[in-house]
């Protein structure tokens, strides 16, 4: 935006001052000849709709509960399936008892982290497991983070927060590509 930051201190103790300095933009009022009303919010469903993830399972895995919790609502909300687990190693044994759609995982997490996670997924004894498409919901959102998530095995990375609508529509997308790719890879009957 063009401005800058400063920050100086007289040491340990002492306290911070930090300077923000922004550019001022210059706004010409304009002349309105209608009565301005201010918007209000819609009581209703929301105005993008969330999207059908019918007959889709999914394993969400973050070991933050608010967080856990807010995935499973939303795309419970789409229709899904959805399963948590709050550490990589319980997503883990889920994986070997009941392999889900879809797994969404972050990727900051204690013991065994999200990149860990994805490495035992795509090693898995069972080959659904090993080519199921996987998210990265994560707050690391830098491109350096993208990039090191799907050279890791991720089909897809998010940063946090996230559109309700559009996690859905990722998920949705994921799960097309996956199902399609399984279809070109059976080979054909005669």
């Known amino acids: ?13 002492q306290g911070a001052t930090f300077r923000l300095k922004m550019p001022v933009m210059i706004v010409h009022p304009t002349r309105v000849d ?3 009303v201010h918007p209000r919010a819609s009581t209703g469903s929301p105005t993008i709709p969330l999207g059908d ?19 499973a609502e939303l795309l419970d909300a789409a229709g899904a399936e959805v399963t948590t687990a709050r550490s990589a190693e319980e997503a883990l044994r889920q994986l070997d008892t009941d392999p889900p759609s879809v797994l969404i995982t972050d990727l900051g997490m204690p013991h065994v982290d999200g990149f860990q996670l994805i490495e ?3 090693r898995h004894r ?9 998210a990265a ?5 830098r491109s350096e983070d993208r990039v090191k998530a799907l050279k890791a095995g991720f089909q897809i990375h998010l940063a946090k927060p996230i559109d309700p ?9 994921l ?15 005669p």
């Open 1 to 13: 935006m063009g401005g800058t930051i400063e920050a100086a201190s007289e040491g340990v103790g």
């Open 34 to 36: 209608s009565e301005r």
């Open 53 to 71: 993830l019918r007959g889709v399972h999914i394993l969400a895995v973050d070991d933050d509960a608010d967080a856990l919790s807010l995935v």
């Open 120 to 122: 035992q997924v795509r």
């Open 126 to 134: 069972n080959p659904v497991v090993r080519r199921m498409p996987a």
């Open 137 to 141: 919901l994560t707050a690391y959102a």
């Open 165 to 173: 609508a559009e996690l859905v529509a990722t998920i949705a997308a």
């Open 175 to 189: 799960v097309k590509r996956y199902t399609r790719d399984l279809s070109e890879d059976t080979p054909e009957r």
